[in-house]
């Protein structure tokens, strides 16, 4: 972004979310060049009203930057002499035009009669409406782009970027027929390139997130680093503590952000119980038992693999919840890619607890439980969706002789509106996603950060024997 466009006052159309992200959509697309809207709309919401020849830096749904434009024409009209030539800067037709608009304004009746002390107030043929038309000068580098498109990209972590509202700028594969249609599914009429560097030399590429093989991955974000690049890289970001640290140590050099996907850190029930664990709701934590079951035998044959791999995401959301690990002792009964684990953790915190970590045929239905026990409760997190949190009141009396216990189940809606979205949302991934483009619009690593994956990564050695068991 130029300092002259970071410089200019902002301007959004609508509130944050799917109306503004649209909105965007259409005036990057060409298709949006004006607005409509009331004047007392203006006044209630304390905008400027633009002049011609004033230019603007337009913001999305996270208020990052994404386009520079100036208004061309200002002029105010009623609602009758709406013309087909204003209503073609916004609408295919004059009657489309004015159908839209009449029902956007009818949701703002209220406030508008409690802005003007007037409760009879109603929109109506004489009502002011200042009109624009603008043009589109310049789009920003705010776009993502993306390297890999396979089976975890496809199903997973691209679908979340749509659902978080960001613009895929330009999408990498081995082939460039694949990237463009790669592109072409998830909506995007970005740039489709066939070698990562090509990628990584676009200018108007400012974020990068690398979806790629386990062992390509260390590589492949460090190139983008190299391209001073801020960059959300899937995990294992090194396959082990010493490629970790490299990581960290070229993204400090070269100042940029780089984002390790560890997207339980975002999943709703695991905030919300990190929330509790903070605000006291368990009283001390003491412990906490810790179930993970997969079948992770296609694409994991050992036991490095399976923690590296499959495991890895409960590992770090240990830390996540209580903090720096003093001690692992592991116990073992696997037989090649059949993996049996238990761990028991002691925390610098105080906290102890156990990893049960399992990768058999079995568990072809993933299994997730975390239990944790405090003084004056305990809480479980079933399958990253549901947290049910125990407590038990305070006081002299038995708790047998009274209603003093308290069961508080935290689950999320379903129906039919929730469609296949639900699950991106409540395992993290439209959160890990938000949380990068947060922290690299305001230059702050995030918490998992690649110097703190390097944590994490030391802590998968210590529980498979690679590392002593003492920190």
Not at 55 to 68: G, K, N, P, T
Not at 117 to 145: H, M, N, Y
Not at 231 to 241: C, E, I, S, T, Y
Not at 433 to 456: G, K, L, Y
């Amino acid at each position: 972004m130029t300092d002259s466009a970071r410089l200019l006052p902002t301007l959004a159309f609508g509130q944050p979310g799917p109306v503004r992200d649209f909105l965007v959509g259409e005036i990057l697309a060409g298709r949006k060049t004006g607005s409509s809207n009331l004047r007392v709309l203006y006044e209630l919401w304390q905008q400027s009203i633009p002049s011609a020849g004033e230019r603007y830096a337009l913001l999305d749904s996270q208020d990052e930057r994404v386009a520079v434009i100036r208004f061309d024409r200002v002029s105010t009209i009623t609602f009758p002499e709406a013309t087909p030539e204003v209503a073609a800067q916004e609408s295919a037709t004059l009657e489309q035009w004015q159908a839209v608009h009449r029902d956007f304004w009818a949701g703002f009746d209220d406030d508008i009669r409690a802005h003007l002390g007037d409760p009879s107030w109603a929109f109506g043929d004489s009502e002011s409406i200042v009109t624009t038309a603008f043009t589109l000068e310049q789009r920003l580098a705010t776009g993502l782009g993306v390297i890999g498109a396979g089976f975890h990209a496809s199903r997973n972590i691209l679908p979340a970027v749509g659902l978080a509202g960001v613009p895929i700028t330009a999408l990498a594969t081995r082939d460039t027929v694949r990237s463009q249609a790669a592109l072409r599914r998830f909506g995007s009429e970005g740039a489709a390139y066939a070698d990562a560097d090509a990628l990584l030399a676009d200018p108007a590429v400012r974020d990068v997130t690398v979806i790629a093989q386990p062992e390509d991955q260390a590589t492949l974000t460090l190139r983008a680093i190299a391209a001073g690049k801020n960059v959300f890289a899937d995990k294992p970001l090194g396959l082990n503590p010493e490629q970790a640290q490299q990581i960290a140590d070229a993204a400090a050099a070269a100042d940029v952000i780089v984002m390790v996907g560890f997207m339980k850190r975002h999943a709703p029930a695991y905030v919300r119980l990190r929330e509790l664990l903070a605000e006291g709701a368990l009283g001390t934590p003491r412990s906490f038992e810790l179930s993970f079951g997969c079948d992770s035998t296609p694409f994991c044959a050992t036991e490095e693999e399976f923690v590296k791999l499959a495991a890895i995401h409960v590992v770090d959301l240990v830390r996540f919840l209580f903090g720096e690990v003093e001690s692992a002792v592991t116990h073992s009964n696997s037989a090649g890619a059949h993996v049996a684990l238990s761990t028991t953790l002691r925390f610098a915190s105080g906290v102890v607890g156990t990893l049960n970590l399992t990768g058999l045929p079995s568990y072809s239905s993933e299994f997730e439980m975390l239990r944790v026990s405090g003084d004056a409760g305990h809480a479980v997190v079933t399958d990253v969706a549901r947290l049910q949190l125990h407590v038990v009141a305070e006081g002299d009396v038995p708790t047998w002789q009274g209603l003093s216990e308290t069961s508080t189940v935290f689950t999320p809606a379903e129906s039919a509106m929730s469609g296949v979205e639900r699950d991106l949302f409540l395992r993290g991934f439209v959160g890990e996603i938000r949380a990068f483009r947060q922290a690299a619009a305001a230059h702050e690593q995030p918490s998992s950060s690649a110097a703190d994956n390097v944590r994490t990564m030391e802590l998968c050695e210590r529980i498979l024997g690679g590392l002593p068991n003492t920190f």
